[in-house]
């Protein structure tokens, strides 16, 4: 046994180490979990010692034994940059993917477990991306139980492991965005309109109100999102995710006439997009309205690929990346932000070059990717 000036450290017969401390009630503790090295060990009761310094000590607290599930839960309600739509999807993905994990104490979950169940999720039958949102959960649980000193190291030891590896979308080509405006439902053709050549989420589309889309300038302000939860009937609007979210995108010229039609026939009162009662749309409306057309023409093309087109013709104009995450609403690195500025001049000459690009239906100037 390894004496210190604060707790013991007892290597055991298996090779791992096990640690224990005296407390100010004179009470002895256990770690709630035994370690690999000594070193972890040691790094343990330090952090014991620090608490118990400090005044931080609570000698009734045994954070190691709460469950994976009291963790994720707690996670879920306490974390501010959770919102209701990812909690839903961790929730079920917990239902889903993580049974044999969610009833372990926290302390008893260690790397050969995690790749065991990892290893098992991929063999079954469920999706890539549901158990890498299932791996990114777990982790950042863990992250916070290190935080809170009730495990020594995250066992998520996977590399790549919370990677998302989509499959390159598909991007339709402007004449074929042109079939598909044409096939939609009138009522829902600006919709698609404003998703291939302007970039704007589902969500984005439905939450759009009628003062937010200014056709004498010639542009659309996004300012907030529309939220459908998938297993409660739970409807809402809220801010988008980041701050880049918040834009004013300059709306191609060829697109003008028909989002003027549209304000003049079937905006509502409030909503830019509305039903046939000028009320709010749903998202599922919109792309119900989608299918029908997609199939009309003969795409195999999602709703999100159209944003994902408009991001690809836009690249077809020449458009730098900066340009693009500006116009699209994504999060930029701290080297892009530096040079935002220089894309506030730009996004009209793109929006022109995205109207040139369409009349021209010049597929072989669009990108194979991007």
């Known amino acids: 046994m390894t004496r210190r000036r604060f707790g013991y450290i007892r290597k055991l017969p298996s090779g791992r180490f096990h640690?224990?401390?005296?407390?100010?009630?004179?009470?002895?503790?256990?770690?709630?979990?035994?370690?690999?090295?000594?070193?972890?060990?040691?790094?343990?009761?330090?952090?014991?010692?620090?608490?118990?310094?400090?005044?931080?000590?609570?000698?009734?607290?045994?954070?190691?034994?709460?469950?994976?599930?009291?963790?994720?839960?707690?996670?879920l309600e306490e974390n501010p940059r959770v919102g209701e739509r990812w909690a839903e999807t961790c929730r079920r993905n917990m239902r889903l993917h993580l049974g044999e994990l969610l009833d372990r104490p926290i302390a008893s979950i260690n790397p050969p477990l995690v790749r065991a169940w990892h290893a098992k999720a991929l063999r079954g039958s469920g999706g890539r991306t549901s158990i890498s949102q299932?791996?990114?959960?777990?982790?950042?649980?863990?992250?916070?139980?290190?935080?809170?000193?009730?495990?020594?190291?995250?066992?998520?030891?996977?590399?790549?492991?919370?990677?998302?590896?989509?499959?390159?979308?598909?991007?339709?080509?402007?004449?074929?965005?042109?079939?598909?405006?044409?096939?939609?439902?009138?009522?829902?053709?600006?919709?698609?309109?404003?998703?291939?050549?302007?970039?704007?989420?589902?969500?984005?589309?439905?939450?759009?109100?009628?003062?937010?889309?200014?056709?004498?300038?010639?542009?659309?302000?996004?300012?907030?999102?529309?939220?459908?939860?998938?297993?409660?009937?739970?409807k809402f609007e809220k801010d988008p995710k980041s701050e880049a979210g918040k834009r004013t995108v300059k709306i191609p010229p060829h697109i003008l006439p028909l989002?003027?039609?549209?304000?003049?026939?079937?905006?509502?009162?409030?909503?830019?997009?509305?039903?046939?009662?000028?009320?709010?749309?749903?998202?599922?409306?919109?792309?119900?309205?989608?299918?029908?057309?997609?199939?009309?023409?003969?795409?195999?093309?999602?709703?999100?690929d159209l944003r994902h087109t408009g991001q690809s013709l836009a690249a077809a104009t020449g458009a730098s990346l900066v340009d693009l995450k500006k116009r699209l609403g994504h999060s930029s690195t701290a080297a892009a932000q530096r040079y935002m500025h220089a894309v506030e001049g730009r996004d009209a000459q793109i929006a022109d070059a995205l109207s040139k690009l369409a009349a021209s239906g010049d597929a072989s100037k669009l990108p194979k990717s991007f």
Request: proline share 5%.
């Open 259 to 304: 989002l003027e039609r549209h304000a003049h026939e079937h905006s509502g009162p409030t909503y830019f997009l509305a039903d046939r009662h000028g009320q709010q749309v749903r998202g599922n409306t919109i792309y119900q309205a989608f299918v029908r057309a997609r199939e009309q023409v003969g795409l195999t093309i999602a709703f999100h």
């Open 134 to 234: 299932s791996y990114r959960l777990i982790r950042a649980v863990l992250n916070v139980a290190v935080q809170d000193g009730a495990i020594v190291r995250n066992p998520c030891q996977i590399p790549g492991a919370g990677a998302q590896r989509s499959a390159e979308r598909p991007i339709a080509t402007p004449a074929e965005v042109a079939q598909l405006i044409e096939a939609t439902t009138p009522r829902f053709r600006a919709a698609v309109a404003l998703a291939a050549w302007c970039g704007l989420r589902r969500g984005e589309l439905c939450a759009l109100q009628t003062g937010d889309v200014d056709l004498e300038h010639g542009s659309v302000t996004v300012r907030r999102n529309y939220v459908e939860l998938l297993e409660a009937p739970r």
């Open 19 to 75: 640690a224990s401390y005296q407390t100010p009630d004179t009470r002895r503790h256990n770690a709630p979990e035994t370690y690999r090295t000594e070193a972890d060990a040691r790094r343990f009761l330090d952090r014991i010692q620090h608490e118990v310094e400090r005044g931080h000590w609570q000698p009734d607290a045994r954070l190691g034994q709460r469950t994976l599930r009291e963790c994720c839960e707690a996670y």
